[in-house]
């Protein structure tokens, strides 16, 4: 198991983050980080049951799950490893992210890890929500408030168990290390370079400032192409 040595960031930037949608963020991000313009967001798409929940933004805890194979593990070490993974996701900087990879080949989502039992405890934890690839269940019952993007829904957990936790991992197209500071919501999810969060908020409300001229013109009933030429100088000249 591996995890970041950077320090937690102030939890007034997390709470600046937590303000705006996914997509703002990463508008804000091409601006103070465009090197990372091709990577560190989902680029698939994700189911979300629960898609009025706010903006998440916390500390990934990582895992590898699968469940087409049955563990090979005693049950005794079985119950070991799985206090093990739960003092993990319960330590550390905090609010958390639990981000999940399901490692079964072609029969991804095959059986689900998360569900009543798993959301109201990763809850109790100090996560915020889940980032998986893998299937999910109970939506129902589901923790309030606990955000999920997940690969699908599906009914049984089959064989589900954790394989490994702590090291990298790859959801959606995102690669994720433990510590890594996650902001998702119904949209997607992305990695937050820690030095570059602080100036996050700031470039996001700069996109917004750029886009109001243009959306004003496109929402008017006076939309000409002209004026939109004219919205769209006035928009690159706003600093």
Not at 56 to 66: F, H, M
Not at 85 to 95: I, K, L, N, R
Not at 201 to 222: F, H, N, V
Request: aromatic share 6%.
């Amino acid at each position: 198991m591996t995890t970041s040595a950077s320090a937690p960031l102030p939890s007034s930037v997390l709470e600046a983050l937590a303000r705006y949608d996914t997509p703002t963020i990463c508008n804000a991000m091409e601006l103070v980080a465009p090197e990372r313009r091709l990577i560190g967001f989902t680029v698939k798409p994700l189911v979300c049951p629960f898609p009025t929940l706010p903006p998440i933004v916390g500390y990934a805890r990582t895992a590898t799950i699968r469940s087409v194979l049955k563990s090979g593990l005693p049950a005794e070490e079985q119950s070991r490893r799985r206090i093990e993974y739960y003092e993990y996701v319960g330590t550390g900087a905090g609010p958390r992210i639990a981000v999940i990879q399901d490692i079964d080949g072609p029969d991804v989502g095959y059986g689900a890890f998360w569900g009543e039992v798993q959301s109201n405890v990763h809850k109790a934890l100090g996560c915020l929500g889940v980032i998986t690839d893998g299937s999910i269940r109970d939506t129902p019952q589901w923790a309030p408030g606990f955000q999920a993007l997940a690969g699908s829904i599906g009914p049984s957990h089959a064989w589900v168990h954790a394989e490994s936790f702590g090291g990298e991992v790859r959801v959606a197209g995102m690669t994720v290390r433990s510590d890594d500071l996650i902001h998702a919501d119904s949209h997607g999810a992305i990695v937050i370079p820690y030095e570059v969060a602080a100036r996050l908020p700031e470039a996001a409300e700069l996109c917004g400032r750029r886009e109001a001229p243009i959306l004003e013109i496109a929402r008017s009933k006076d939309f000409t192409l002209e004026k939109l030429k004219d919205a769209l100088k006035r928009s690159s000249e706003i600093h």
